[in-house]
């Protein structure tokens, strides 16, 4: 190879953590959403938690399929053992002993460097684009998020790379939010495309028990090792999962665990459905939910806001419904918590599971795209002013013609109150709620409420 070819070789490397983000990539690929270059390299991340423990992307049964579509197969955790990605950045004075270092590693040479990544706003692949300082950028959106703000304030000089934010259309006519700030402009990966990877998928995994004809499936998310949930509190959240798809006449069942829930939330869904007379079919295997849904068709697919519920829905037509939603909204701490976008998405368009008529006729009583859009962007707007300032004439809008009964569930009057948003408490009222005489009658008032209810 001559020196000249050498130096204008254009090398992407593609980062994934997760088979449905490798997925994602693999349908782009095939969709020619990436320009040619002289080699491609699959960066893998193992972000879990113990990564010792747990099996990277590159083992788990079906990805030899998506191995195809990359010349190499890397891992990034062997890169920087024995620190771990989630928490690991260079400092600045070392980037360019760190890229000097992956480019002798993994062969890069003087090549010219493409990245895609994902979640880009933390660690791992925020560290990844620090180190290939110089690469442009472009960031893939696997779920619900990119619909929302971007998480954490980007540093100019890693937001500026970005060059598109590619992402699934989960929600027809909805424009992600995520980081057009930096006016980012989204581009849809043709449905069409995942669906093939996924199918390749499907057919790859072996044989896993399933009941016959088409049961209802529950989808687990662990919620609490997000701090979201008590442990407690999600058991009887699985619980509701059962006892809902009862009530919709479902006696066959399929629970589908996450994979680090522990062994306690099977043991209550079985004693459950136990006494509900209910078939329960714990599937403890590592396939992706879609896979499930091309083996056996379910009834429907019940869960509470996984992006899964909408691939489901949108690129399946499976019937879906929502559970504990409503509560998980008021729950979630702090306000600018990145799930309350997913969460408010699958809260606004899918149907409680306890909605008979709406589960039923698949149409619930949900917004069009552009009132939806209309509430994200005020939701965003509340999650995040100093990134989005600009969104502050549209939040106020919005919530001026919408805030209500069926809206007020999405907000909270102490955050409108703080960005003298509309809903907010006057500001003589505010500076009234922090008067000690005042605070003090109050609480007096509380204490006799309780004492009389006793």
Same mark, same amino acid.
């Given at each position: 190879m001559s020196t000249y070819a050498r130096e204008s070789r254009t090398t992407q490397l593609f980062c994934a953590s997760t088979l449905y983000g490798a997925a994602t990539l693999a349908a782009a690929l095939d969709a020619d959403c990436f320009a040619p270059a002289g080699r491609r390299v699959l960066v893998v991340f193992n972000n879990t938690m113990?990564?010792?423990?747990?099996?990277?992307?590159?083992?788990?049964?079906?990805?030899?399929?998506?191995?195809?579509?990359?010349?190499?197969?890397?891992?990034?955790?062997?890169?920087?053992?024995?620190?771990?990605?989630?928490?690991?950045?260079?400092?600045?004075?070392?980037?360019?002993?760190?890229?000097?270092?992956?480019?002798m590693l993994w062969q890069l040479g003087d090549d010219r460097v493409e990245l895609a990544v994902e979640s880009i706003q933390v660690n791992p692949a925020l560290a990844f684009c620090q180190i290939f300082h110089g690469a442009p950028v472009h960031v893939?959106?696997?779920?619900?998020?990119?619909?929302?703000?971007?998480?954490?304030?980007?540093?100019? $000089? !890693?937001?500026?790379? @970005?060059?598109? +934010?590619?992402?699934?259309?989960?929600?027809?006519?909805?424009?992600p939010l995520l980081l057009s700030e930096f006016e980012v402009e989204p581009e849809i990966i043709p449905s069409e495309h995942f669906l093939k990877v996924l199918a390749e998928l499907g057919a790859a995994q072996g044989d896993f028990p399933l009941p016959e004809g088409n049961p209802a499936l529950l989808l687990g998310q662990y919620l609490s090792a997000l701090k979201i949930l008590s442990p407690e509190e999600e058991e009887r959240l699985h619980v509701q999962m059962v006892k809902g798809a009862y009530e919709r006449g479902h006696r066959r069942i399929v629970f589908k665990p996450h994979p680090s829930a522990p062994e306690r939330q099977v043991q209550?869904?079985?004693?459950?459905?136990?006494?509900?007379?209910?078939? $329960? !079919?714990?599937?403890? @295997?590592?396939? +992706?939910?879609?896979?499930?849904?091309?083996?056996m068709r379910p009834a429907l697919v019940v869960g509470c806001f996984s992006t899964a519920l909408l691939t489901a829905s949108a690129l399946y037509g499976i019937p879906v419904a929502?559970?504990?939603?409503?509560?998980?909204?008021?729950?979630l701490a702090p306000f600018q918590n990145s799930n309350r976008i997913p969460l408010s998405i699958v809260h606004a368009l899918l149907p409680d599971v306890t909605d008979a008529a709406g589960v039923e006729a698949q149409q619930p009583a949900a917004p069009d795209a552009e009132e939806l859009s209309g509430l994200l962007t005020a939701i965003g707007f509340a999650m995040q002013p100093q990134i989005y300032?600009?969104?502050?004439?549209?939040?106020?809008?919005?919530?001026?013609?919408? $805030?209500?009964?069926?809206?007020?569930?999405?907000?909270?009057?102490?955050?409108?109150?703080?960005?003298?948003?509309?809903?907010?408490?006057?500001?003589?009222?505010?500076?009234?709620?922090?008067?000690?005489?005042?605070?003090?009658?109050?609480?007096?008032?509380?204490?006799?409420?309780?004492?009389?209810?006793?």
């Amino acid at each position: 190879m001559s020196t000249y070819a050498r130096e204008s070789r254009t090398t992407q490397l593609f980062c994934a953590s997760t088979l449905y983000g490798a997925a994602t990539l693999a349908a782009a690929l095939d969709a020619d959403c990436f320009a040619p270059a002289g080699r491609r390299v699959l960066v893998v991340f193992n972000n879990t938690m113990t990564p010792e423990t747990s099996t990277p992307l590159d083992a788990m049964p079906g990805f030899e399929l998506l191995r195809t579509r990359f010349d190499e197969v890397v891992s990034y955790n062997e890169a920087i053992r024995p620190f771990h990605p989630g928490d690991w950045a260079p400092r600045p004075d070392d980037v360019p002993l760190w890229e000097r270092y992956f480019r002798m590693l993994w062969q890069l040479g003087d090549d010219r460097v493409e990245l895609a990544v994902e979640s880009i706003q933390v660690n791992p692949a925020l560290a990844f684009c620090q180190i290939f300082h110089g690469a442009p950028v472009h960031v893939y959106a696997d779920g619900l998020m990119s619909y929302g703000p971007t998480r954490n304030k980007l540093d100019p $000089l !890693t937001g500026t790379r @970005v060059r598109r +934010l590619l992402h699934l259309d989960l929600v027809a006519g909805l424009k992600p939010l995520l980081l057009s700030e930096f006016e980012v402009e989204p581009e849809i990966i043709p449905s069409e495309h995942f669906l093939k990877v996924l199918a390749e998928l499907g057919a790859a995994q072996g044989d896993f028990p399933l009941p016959e004809g088409n049961p209802a499936l529950l989808l687990g998310q662990y919620l609490s090792a997000l701090k979201i949930l008590s442990p407690e509190e999600e058991e009887r959240l699985h619980v509701q999962m059962v006892k809902g798809a009862y009530e919709r006449g479902h006696r066959r069942i399929v629970f589908k665990p996450h994979p680090s829930a522990p062994e306690r939330q099977v043991q209550l869904l079985e004693a459950e459905a136990e006494k509900l007379g209910v078939e $329960l !079919t714990v599937l403890d @295997v590592p396939v +992706l939910a879609e896979v499930v849904y091309q083996r056996m068709r379910p009834a429907l697919v019940v869960g509470c806001f996984s992006t899964a519920l909408l691939t489901a829905s949108a690129l399946y037509g499976i019937p879906v419904a929502r559970v504990g939603t409503e509560r998980l909204l008021d729950r979630l701490a702090p306000f600018q918590n990145s799930n309350r976008i997913p969460l408010s998405i699958v809260h606004a368009l899918l149907p409680d599971v306890t909605d008979a008529a709406g589960v039923e006729a698949q149409q619930p009583a949900a917004p069009d795209a552009e009132e939806l859009s209309g509430l994200l962007t005020a939701i965003g707007f509340a999650m995040q002013p100093q990134i989005y300032p600009d969104l502050r004439p549209a939040a106020e809008t919005y919530l001026a013609a919408h $805030l209500g009964d069926d809206t007020w569930k999405y907000f909270k009057r102490k955050r409108l109150t703080s960005l003298g948003l509309p809903g907010g408490l006057p500001s003589k009222l505010t500076s009234l709620s922090r008067n000690p005489a005042a605070r003090r009658v109050v609480r007096q008032a509380r204490a006799l409420r309780r004492a009389m209810s006793k």
